[in-house]
C-alpha cells in the first residue's frame, strides 16, 4: 500500500517490457504462436522468439506444438506472493467464516499502484455470480465502483485519491456508477461515518455489497473485506444490517490478528 508512481525520469530497460508485453499477450490471447504475437505487439518475429525462447528456458512458458503458454510457474510465484501478505494470512480464516455466517460471497482486497487485488474470494452455499467473481481474482480493478474498493478508498490520504482518479478516471459500470469526483468524496465520508462502505449496484446491476476497512495500529489502510449478494436479499432492513455486523466484526477481529502478530515480533528476548 505505500507504492508510489516512478517518477518520469526514471529509467527502464525495453527488453524487460517487451518480456512482459509478452508475457500480457500471452495471458490475453489464452496462448499464442510466434506469428500472432508478433502481429498483436508490432515486434519482429525474430524478437518474440527470442523472449519466448528466453521466457521457456526460465520456465515461465511452456510450448504446444506452435503454441506458447505461460507456465505454472506464475502460480508458484502468485502463491508466494499472497502468502507472504499479512491481510492474507490473518484474513484467510476469518472471510471463510463470513461466507460460512452470511452464506453469500465474501472478499477480502488491497489495493497496489491505484487498483483493486483481490487476494481471496469464498463462495457461500447461496452465492451468485460464480465465473465472475473467479475472473476478478485474475485482474485488478478500479477501485470507486466495489464496496471493498471505497473502503480502501476512503482510508487513503485525499491527495492520493486524487492522483488514482487523475490517473485512471471514473469509468461507469452501470447506471449507478458514481462518475463524479465530488459525489465519490461525499461517498468516501460517508464511509468514514459510519465505518463501512456500499455498492448498490454500481458494479453489476443486480448486486449489492457492504465493505469494510482493516487498518493496522497506526491507521495505514492495509486492505478490505466484503459481503456481496443480490439486491432482493441484501436490501431487506434486517439482512442488510446482519450483513454489515457480520463484515465490521470480521474486518475488526482481522485487525487484532493483525496488530497482535506485529505486537509479538517487538516482544523482548532473552539473553
Same mark, same amino acid.
Given at each position: 500500500?505505500?507504492? =508510489? &508512481?516512478?517518477?518520469?525520469?526514471?529509467?527502464?530497460?525495453?527488453?524487460?517490457?517487451?518480456?512482459?508485453?509478452?508475457?500480457?499477450?500471452?495471458?490475453?490471447? +489464452?496462448?499464442?504462436?510466434?506469428?500472432?504475437?508478433?502481429?498483436?505487439?508490432?515486434?519482429?518475429?525474430?524478437?518474440?522468439?527470442?523472449?519466448?525462447? %528466453?521466457?521457456?528456458?526460465?520456465?515461465?512458458?511452456?510450448?504446444?506444438?506452435?503454441?506458447?503458454?505461460?507456465?505454472?510457474?506464475?502460480?508458484?510465484?502468485?502463491?508466494?506472493?499472497? @502468502? =507472504?501478505?499479512?491481510?492474507?494470512?490473518? !484474513?484467510?480464516?476469518?472471510?471463510?467464516?463470513?461466507?460460512?455466517?452470511?452464506?453469500?460471497?465474501?472478499?477480502?482486497?488491497?489495493?497496489?499502484?491505484?487498483?483493486?487485488?483481490?487476494?481471496?474470494?469464498? =463462495?457461500?452455499?447461496?452465492?451468485? *455470480?460464480?465465473?465472475?467473481?473467479?475472473?476478478?481474482?485474475?485482474?485488478?480493478?478500479?477501485?470507486?465502483?466495489?464496496?471493498? *474498493?471505497?473502503?480502501?478508498?476512503?482510508?487513503?490520504?485525499?491527495?492520493?485519491?486524487?492522483?488514482?482518479?487523475?490517473?485512471?478516471?471514473?469509468?461507469?459500470?452501470?447506471?449507478?456508477?458514481?462518475?463524479?469526483?465530488?459525489?465519490?468524496?461525499?461517498?468516501?465520508?460517508?464511509?468514514?461515518?459510519?465505518?463501512?462502505?456500499? @455498492?448498490?449496484?454500481?458494479?453489476?446491476?443486480?448486486?449489492?455489497?457492504? !465493505?469494510?476497512?482493516?487498518? +493496522?495500529? %497506526? *491507521?495505514?489502510?492495509?486492505?478490505?473485506?466484503?459481503?456481496?449478494?443480490?439486491? #432482493?436479499?441484501?436490501?431487506?432492513?434486517?439482512?442488510? &444490517?446482519?450483513?454489515?455486523?457480520?463484515?465490521? @466484526?470480521?474486518? #475488526?477481529?482481522?485487525?487484532?490478528?493483525? #496488530?497482535?502478530?506485529?505486537?509479538?515480533?517487538?516482544?523482548?528476548?532473552?539473553?
Amino acid at each position: 500500500m505505500t507504492d =508510489r &508512481d516512478p517518477p518520469a525520469e526514471a529509467r527502464t530497460l525495453t527488453t524487460v517490457q517487451h518480456a512482459f508485453d509478452v508475457v500480457r499477450a500471452l495471458e490475453e490471447l +489464452d496462448g499464442a504462436g510466434v506469428t500472432e504475437l508478433a502481429e498483436r505487439l508490432g515486434m519482429s518475429k525474430s524478437a518474440v522468439y527470442s523472449h519466448l525462447t %528466453t521466457l521457456r528456458e526460465e520456465r515461465f512458458v511452456v510450448k504446444d506444438g506452435h503454441t506458447y503458454e505461460l507456465s505454472l510457474g506464475f502460480l508458484l510465484l502468485g502463491e508466494y506472493v499472497r @502468502n =507472504r501478505h499479512q491481510l492474507y494470512r490473518h !484474513g484467510k480464516r476469518e472471510l471463510e467464516g463470513l461466507a460460512e455466517e452470511t452464506g453469500e460471497y465474501a472478499h477480502l482486497a488491497t489495493e497496489q499502484h491505484g487498483l483493486s487485488v483481490n487476494l481471496y474470494k469464498v =463462495r457461500g452455499e447461496k452465492a451468485v *455470480g460464480s465465473d465472475y467473481q473467479t475472473s476478478k481474482l485474475q485482474r485488478p480493478d478500479f477501485l470507486h465502483f466495489s464496496a471493498t *474498493g471505497k473502503a480502501i478508498l476512503a482510508h487513503l490520504p485525499e491527495e492520493r485519491v486524487h492522483r488514482i482518479i487523475d490517473r485512471y478516471g471514473l469509468e461507469r459500470k452501470t447506471e449507478h456508477t458514481i462518475t463524479d469526483r465530488d459525489a465519490l468524496f461525499d461517498d468516501l465520508e460517508r464511509v468514514r461515518e459510519r465505518g463501512y462502505s456500499t @455498492n448498490d449496484e454500481e458494479e453489476v446491476k443486480g448486486l449489492q455489497a457492504v !465493505g469494510a476497512p482493516v487498518r +493496522d495500529a %497506526t *491507521g495505514r489502510i492495509l486492505g478490505s473485506v466484503s459481503v456481496s449478494g443480490p439486491v #432482493n436479499r441484501m436490501r431487506e432492513p434486517e439482512y442488510h &444490517d446482519s450483513v454489515v455486523e457480520h463484515v465490521t @466484526n470480521a474486518a #475488526n477481529v482481522i485487525e487484532v490478528n493483525v #496488530n497482535m502478530a506485529d505486537t509479538a515480533t517487538e516482544l523482548p528476548t532473552f539473553d
